[in-house]
């Protein structure tokens, strides 16, 4: 399934021109028009899915060896020490556009912090009862 009013179907599908660095029939990978980092990219499935929580498993199977591939091409080729796969999922994670799509980022030694969290403290108590609220709606 497309979705007419999706800007990544559309360039997913090659409706609108986009920097290229990889297609198949399932997916297209461009460079990221608003780079954290050069070389940014993002994963784009051809077909519509809003989230993770959408994606047909056989095409998420596809995507993190995908995004492997990509993250070794981007250390051949343009020297970056490591890279991260980041994927939003809602607005409250940072999702900007709702089409399924799995950031793949350079990481230069050196490089600005990104992708970084203050680790906090938590009573093992609350972690217990917390798992088990996650645990109960599986
Ligand atoms: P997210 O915040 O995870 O939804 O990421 C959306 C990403 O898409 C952002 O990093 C944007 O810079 C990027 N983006 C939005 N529109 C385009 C576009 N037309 N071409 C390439 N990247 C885009
Ligand atoms: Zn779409």
Same mark, same amino acid.
């Given at each position: @399934?497309? =979705? %007419?009013?999706?800007?990544?179907?559309? *360039?997913?599908?090659?409706?609108? $021109? %986009?920097? &290229?660095?990889? /297609?198949?029939?399932?997916?297209?990978?461009? #460079? =990221?028009?608003?780079?954290?980092?050069?070389?940014?990219?993002?994963? #784009?499935?051809?077909?519509?899915?809003?989230?993770?929580? /959408?994606? =047909?498993?056989?095409?998420?199977?596809?995507?993190? $060896? #995908?995004? !492997?591939?990509?993250? !070794?091409? @981007?250390?051949?080729?343009?020297?970056? !020490?490591?890279?991260? #796969? +980041?994927?939003?999922?809602? +607005?409250?994670?940072?999702? &900007?556009?709702?089409?399924?799509? @799995?950031?793949? *980022? $350079?990481?230069?030694?050196?490089? $600005? /912090? @990104?992708?970084?969290? &203050?680790?906090?403290?938590? =009573?093992?108590?609350?972690?217990?009862? &917390?798992? /088990?609220? *996650?645990?109960? !709606?599986?």
């Amino acid at each position: @399934m497309k =979705d %007419s009013n999706c800007i990544f179907c559309k *360039i997913a599908n090659g409706e609108i $021109p %986009s920097s &290229t660095v990889y /297609e198949d029939q399932d997916f297209r990978v461009i #460079l =990221d028009l608003g780079p954290a980092a050069k070389g940014h990219a993002l994963i #784009l499935p051809k077909e519509h899915f809003k989230d993770v929580c /959408e994606l =047909d498993e056989a095409v998420a199977a596809k995507v993190l $060896p #995908l995004g !492997a591939k990509i993250g !070794a091409a @981007m250390k051949e080729a343009l020297g970056c !020490a490591g890279f991260n #796969l +980041v994927q939003n999922n809602g +607005v409250a994670a940072g999702q &900007t556009v709702f089409h399924f799509h @799995m950031h793949v *980022i $350079p990481r230069y030694e050196n490089g $600005p /912090e @990104m992708v970084t969290w &203050t680790p906090g403290k938590e =009573d093992p108590e609350v972690l217990a009862q &917390t798992a /088990e609220r *996650i645990k109960n !709606a599986l």
